[in-house]
């Protein structure tokens, strides 16, 4: 059970890494000027020299080596470092976990793909990951770093929804859903269940978590409302999926 509690945690972070890294290549695309926009010089002011600063250049060409990415328009503003080094340390990381996962499975060496192609690969391994508690818990905790990262780099908090009811293991009102992940949480720091394999009780960064299969015992348990959880969900998905 506690193997399958952890492939369905690793398969819900996979899912939100595979939506937003898209969206962090993008933030990456570095904003221009428009050759036609107006701009407003003094008279007397000196013009600024024409072409890209020397620094503006030694970042585009960073980037142009480390992602094959060339800035686009005449002048072009510095790329933001911190989404730089986010999708370098994602895609780093999702490389050497595809690899890891094929050579503990002692698969052949993974071809080269695309980060999302190496997702979908590490996902399909993720039932034979599962005899292999060390490998599992490996590919869950990366995943998760790799996500919470990739938020952070968007600028965004993940969007969480107050759930009603009482954690049935620690009876606190800290229930809450957390729409991008499908998953429900007791965000009490001091909440522990009764499964001694569950690494909430060993990780203090780890939650208690039940996905969409256990919200029906986990409203039975705590009083909750399943619709009220569904409701939530997909009002915030909608939301989210909308900026």
Known sequence: MAADAMTADAVLW??????QFPEL?????????????PRAIPARAHRAPAGPTRAEREEALRAEQAHGLT?????????RLHVSDAVRDITDGVIELDEAVHDRLRLPRPRREQVPGRLLRVAGLLDRAAGDD???????????????????ALGGAEPVVRVSGRCPWCDSVSLRAFPARRAVLCVNPACRC???????????AHRHAWGEGAWERLAAES??????????TADT???????
């Open 14 to 19: 996979i899912e939100l890494l595979l939506r």
């Open 25 to 37: 290549l993008a933030e990456l695309a570095p904003a221009y000027r428009s050759p036609s926009a």
């Open 71 to 79: 800035p686009s328009g005449a002048r072009t503003s510095p790329l």
């Open 134 to 152: 060390v490998l599992l818990a490996h590919v869950r905790d990366e995943v998760r770093r790799m996500a919470r990262r990739c938020t952070r």
């Open 194 to 204: 009764a499964d001694r394999a569950c690494d909430c009780r060993t990780d203090p």
């Open 223 to 232: 009083g909750a409302d399943p619709a009220e959880l569904t409701a939530s």
């Open 237 to 243: 998905a909608r939301r989210e999926g909308s900026r």
